[in-house]
């Protein structure tokens, strides 16, 4: 059976390769996104915290037995910042999934994608970026501009959510420096999995008995994270980080769509030009950011892009 799984990705392979990359990333985000949606229809049996685990688990699964990471000669730094990626990348899907059981979908992941533009915009001198700051800032001062009161705890999740987020970009690129391909994002989906566990069993109770149950959970799994990863991979391979970044930054108007469409979530004007500025911004931000200098193996230094996109449990949600 799986060795019928390398087959399997040089036809999914050939299959993208007659895409345009572009149409590979936008594909990813309403995926991502769709993912969401299904999601948020069954938090009415199962709770948040058990939808979340199984996706981590179904992405574990899948990962492990495609990356089937080496477990030994690894040391304790190689450990700790696994295991820190790990929480980061629980903390992240969990907050967010809490974010849109309270609010809008389009309002949460606007709200979560604050995370990665601070992280774009942090350390910048340039007076350039002041605008993108501003037009953020716009954004989330229009937010409450709705029909009805935004609840906060909604908001708060979607912030704590921002920052895991944050937290996850920094923890992935070190990650990768230390395991290669994809074995260290499938020991973090592990740790996910682990630390979900007790509070995602004991609030599912016995609806984890259902099949019918386990089976969206398991496509909003393969919707939330195995498609975009597998069409980010693809298409990182032909084209631009940036790019890419720029792209990326259509999550939030994406989910703000996927909220209309199944699940009639309905924005008002303001909001949506509050989607709109914080898009502007990160898009912005990330198409002006300059490459930073990176020491080869000589110490020698040279450019490469820094744009932070999510990996494969991408929160956005």
């Avoid at 959970?217 to 195995?226: I, K, T």
């Amino acid at each position: 059976m799986w060795g019928r799984l390398p087959r399997a990705g040089a036809l999914l392979r050939a299959a993208g390769d007659a895409v345009p990359p572009a149409g590979l990333v936008l594909i990813g985000i309403l995926s991502v996104q769709a993912g969401a949606g299904i999601a948020k229809n069954l938090f009415a049996v199962l709770p948040p915290s058990t939808v979340v685990w199984l996706r981590l688990l179904t992405s574990a699964v899948l990962l492990t037995v495609l990356a089937r990471p080496a477990l030994r000669g690894r040391t304790r730094a190689d450990w700790l910042v696994v295991l820190g990626f790990g929480v980061a990348l629980a903390g992240m899907n969990w907050a967010i999934y809490q974010a849109i059981a309270r609010i809008p979908m389009g309002i949460a992941v606007t709200v979560e994608f604050l995370g990665p533009l601070t992280l774009a915009i942090i350390g910048s001198r340039r007076a350039l970026d002041l605008v993108w700051v501003v037009l953020a800032g716009t954004g989330v001062v229009l937010l409450g501009r709705g029909d009805g009161a935004i609840d906060l705890a909604g908001v708060g999740f979607a912030l704590l959510a921002a920052t895991a987020w944050a937290c996850y970009i920094l923890l992935s690129a070190a990650t990768g420096r230390r395991f290669s391909g994809t074995s260290g994002l499938a020991i973090a989906s592990l740790v996910g999995v682990v630390l979900l566990s007790p509070a995602a069993v004991a609030a599912g109770g016995t609806a984890l008995l259902d099949p019918r149950l386990l089976l969206f959970g398991l496509a909003v799994g393969v919707l939330s994270s195995v498609v975009p990863y597998s069409l980010e991979m693809q298409a990182l391979r032909r084209m631009p980080p940036r790019v890419f970044g720029i792209l990326m930054s259509l999550q939030p108007a994406a989910a703000a769509l996927i909220g209309l469409v199944l699940l009639g979530e309905l924005l008002s004007v303001w909001q949506w030009i509050a989607v709109a500025c914080v898009v502007g911004a990160s898009a912005g931000a990330t198409r002006t950011r300059r490459p930073r200098p990176d020491p080869d193996a000589r110490g020698n230094t040279k450019r490469r892009d820094t744009v932070p996109r999510p990996a494969d449990d991408d929160p956005a949600p």
